[in-house]
């Protein structure tokens, strides 16, 4: 291995150490998890540290003999910039290396009909608050994450049925600023993993369309050409109503947050909460049937892929205490090995955030993987 090779191998291996660790972490105890010398492992803590990348904690003493000073993530310098174009709105939001909100902001905006340069040029100006937002506090962004709802692939977007996109090529830039794109429901995905105890999951994303993102052995599935997790689409009635994707039946047309919002004769989905709360007949009975074609298309992903948990997330996670009942019926009919596991059913501990917070974490995550790439950046 070439001494470069080396010392990129070397910087990552202790910067994910330090990252994986819980409380703050001795160099002797990363020395003996790396099997690095206490030298070298001292020699690229001082380089970390020096980037900004990791710092000293308190001290603590946790047996006889003289305290022992741990190091951490820092959260002073870089930062990550996650952006999210949905159906009906756009969202921002910057996180620290030790994973701290430190700003979002949601514009509620209907990208339906909106052409993708008209919808990239409405996300600069919230993604330029972000970085200024940042920048007060003394963080440095280097490159940012788009999620969007539809078929990522090689820099273009095949198909986002919910925006009506087909076949666009993404931009390399929004604003002054480098950025990679992502589905929404991996990257909701990925968010929740970070931020749950779980490390198996089928992530569900609930918004006017349905996404998911797998997740097995707390590593991201994304299929061959990243398009796993289009449970949107997964058929729950042959014959029933057509999808804007061209198909008919599809689980969206049941479950996404306009069908049960129609169902309900609520013209704003932001009413659903309360009025299930409050008993109402006709918003129990939407939410009824949305659990039911839930249920029927969860039940097929998990005998297909043995998954412990779903986890609900987007508009499904407020909704959770009344879709669980008749997605939990329908898991315990139809799914081969419920009798003696059935999967745990949960809403998201992020919300609404996950996708712009996970989007945010695959900057971040991506300095933590390769932080020799990043220190060559900042140098002058």
Known sequence: ????SLRAHNLALVLRLVAASPTPISRARIA???GLTRATVSTIVDELIA??????ADESRTGVGRPSVGVTLAGTRPAGLGMEVNVDYLATCVIDL???VRHREVVLSDQRGR???AAWEALAAPAARALAAAAAQGLVVHSGAVALPGLIEDAVV???PNLGWHRVALPARIGDLLVDFGNEANLAAFGELHACELSSFLYVSGEIGIGAGIVVNSELFRGTRGWAGELGHVTVDPAGKPCRCGSRGCLEQYAGEDAIREAASLPDAAELVDRAKAGDEATLASLGRAGLALGVAL???VNLLDLPAVVLGGHFAPLAEW????IEAELRQRVLTARWSSPLIRPSVLGAEATVIGAARTVTQAIINDPARYLASIRP
């Open 1 to 4: 291995m070439r001494q470069t």
């Open 32 to 34: 003996g998890a790396s």
């Open 51 to 56: 980037g900004g990348l990791v710092d000293f």
């Open 98 to 100: 030790a994973g701290q």
């Open 115 to 117: 052409s993708p340069a």
């Open 158 to 160: 095949h198909v986002a």
């Open 299 to 301: 039940s097929s992903t």
């Open 323 to 326: 879709l669980c009942p008749p």
